[in-house]
């Protein structure tokens, strides 16, 4: 389809639309997009790219914050996920991640949590070695209570996934060097998976 976004695309692009775009949300979500906050309830009721668009918009005005993507998970056309860096409008900047489930080229469902600790300080960008997508599953598969389908990227040897712990849920952004975990952002949310 020539509307259909290359996965590469949407990390930048979701940011530019919650920084200064909403209406990118018709570009980005389908019709029946969903969202999930880990630490507030906002985004629970929205569905599609209309409601996107008006939640967006008082967001942009209420609170001002500037997003931009870091290192990136991408899998395939069907899940991508990435941390990010937001800055608030008293300055302080936050580091977090989204997980994308992708449908047609564009997001059916965004998981999205903000560090609790505030920036890290931990280098971005791909993995090295050349582990395929097995080796990576099995390498993530003890690291977290995974929930869901691991998004798995062997070009760039990172993995992403949701996990729970039973109360809370959170998302893991790993970067394999040489077939180890060389580092790792864990984002805790404070309320459960969906």
């Known amino acids: 389809m020539a509307n259909e976004l290359n996965p590469e695309e949407i990390p930048a692009l979701w940011c530019r639309m ?12 389908t019709a029946d997009g969903r969202q999930w906050s880990g630490v507030k309830p906002g985004l629970d009721p929205l ?17 001002g914050n500037l997003f931009v993507p870091r290192t990136v998970v991408i899998d395939g056309t069907e899940r991508l996920a990435f941390t990010w860096d937001v800055t608030r409008r008293d300055g302080v900047v936050i580091t977090g991640a989204d997980l994308c489930v992708l449908s ?11 560090s609790p600790d505030g920036q890290s300080a931990l280098p971005d960008g791909p993995g090295e070695g050349s582990l395929d997508r097995e080796e990576l599953r099995v390498l993530a598969k003890d690291a977290h209570p995974w929930h869901g389908e691991l998004v798995l990227d062997p070009v760039r040897q990172t993995i992403a996934g949701t996990w729970s712990d039973g109360s809370r849920g959170g998302l893991a952004v790993m970067v394999v060097v040489d077939g180890r975990v060389d580092r790792e952002w864990v984002v805790p949310g404070t309320r459960p998976l969906p």
Do not use: C, M
């Open 18 to 29: 919650w920084n200064e775009d909403a209406s990118l949300a018709h570009r980005l979500l």
């Open 47 to 63: 569905v599609g790219p209309a409601d996107a668009e008006a939640f967006i918009a008082k967001y942009q005005r209420d609170v």
């Open 104 to 114: 047609g080229g564009k997001v059916a469902r965004n998981w999205t949590i903000p």
